[in-house]
């Protein structure tokens, strides 16, 4: 130790340059942390999902999900897969060992997904992805005087665009509003006056609203799919569907015999802020991301103001710390 301390009492510059490495090299490492709120968590999950339209759920198990989880078989760092089927559509969840890099571990199952070769033709594009360890940064509602949760709803919208604009930030949440339907209110003397009944309605609905494959017909040099796509999404699409043909040849159409309209559904799922509907919007970091910087960008963005007006009113909406 004596021997050491002579050597740098007796040298000064490799102690100069010692000195300057360490300031350099701690400022880079100071500049380069990410500040989060709780221990940054290893991400060890990778998610595979897809969807089948017109699918059943055995037909998604056994045309997707089985053949996926054969060629999983044998792949190092794999824990447990979990999958589910669900109509139109399925998920499989894969976790990993820690020990293993995920990188790795998301190749070699991106690999064992572009193997299957007898996936249904229908089938659209497999998205493999990791699912990332997020905390939240900063949870806000929006809400405002006279305007309805619809119109918040599309205001919402914007500034999702918006704040996803914004170097740094990319897990945002919009939630508060109820799932969107279309309801169908029949009238019940126009059944009676056109001699329809319910079952009538809604065979012709659903005949008539749908999103099918009729398999694919093959020739020499091309292959054809085959697929009905008539499905809306909108009450006002819905107006024209033919429920039958009177006695004179004329054509009674859905909305000869109801009223349609979009709403929302009629469930719990709702925001107020001082008894007014709001819509909240949730902003989240990644491990790679940093949580105060993401904050400090998100309160610089609401102070240089909302530049949004609703149809409703012309009063724009605020924002409140949620």
């Given at each position: ?30 500049l380069a942390l990410k500040s989060s709120f709780f221990p940054l968590i290893k991400p060890k999950y990778i998610s595979i999902n897809f969807a089948l339209p017109g699918g059943s759920p055995s037909e998604i ?137 319910f079952t009538d309605i809604s065979k012709a609905v659903k005949s008539s609203n749908i999103l099918i494959s009729g398999g694919n017909i093959k020739t020499s040099d091309e292959e054809y799919l085959i697929r ?94 949620g």
């Open positions: 130790m004596r021997g050491i301390i002579k050597y740098f009492v007796n040298h000064k510059i490799p102690v100069n340059i010692l000195i300057i490495f360490f300031i350099v090299f701690g400022i880079a490492g100071t198990e056994e045309g997707v999900v089985l053949k996926i989880e054969d060629n999983l078989e044998g792949i190092a760092g794999i824990e447990r897969v979990t999958s589910t089927s669900r109509e139109n559509s399925g998920s499989i969840l894969i976790e990993t060992n820690t020990d293993y890099e995920i990188d790795a571990i998301i190749l070699e199952v991106k690999n064992a997904v572009d193997k299957v070769s007898s996936f249904p033709t229908d089938l659209e594009p497999v998205i493999v992805s990791k699912i990332e360890e997020q905390e939240a940064t900063v949870i806000f509602s929006l809400t405002g005087n006279n305007i309805d949760l619809l119109s918040l709803k599309n205001i919402s919208k914007k500034i999702e665009n918006d704040l996803r604009d914004i170097d740094g930030i990319s897990q945002i949440k919009v939630s508060g509003f109820p799932d969107e339907e279309i309801e169908i209110a029949v009238n019940d003397k126009k059944l009676i006056e056109y001699e329809l009944t009905s796509n008539n499905k809306n999404y909108y009450a006002n699409e819905l107006n024209d569907i033919v429920i039958k043909n009177d006695n004179e040849g004329g054509i009674i159409r859905l909305g000869d015999v109801a009223v349609i309209r979009d709403q929302f559904s009629e469930t719990s799922n709702s925001s107020f802020v001082d008894l007014k509907s709001a819509v909240v919007i949730s902003v989240s970091s990644t491990n790679s991301e940093d949580l105060l910087d993401s904050a400090k960008k998100i309160e610089l963005w609401k102070k240089k103001g909302i530049k949004i007006k609703s149809a409703i009113t012309e009063k724009p909406p605020y924002l409140k710390a």
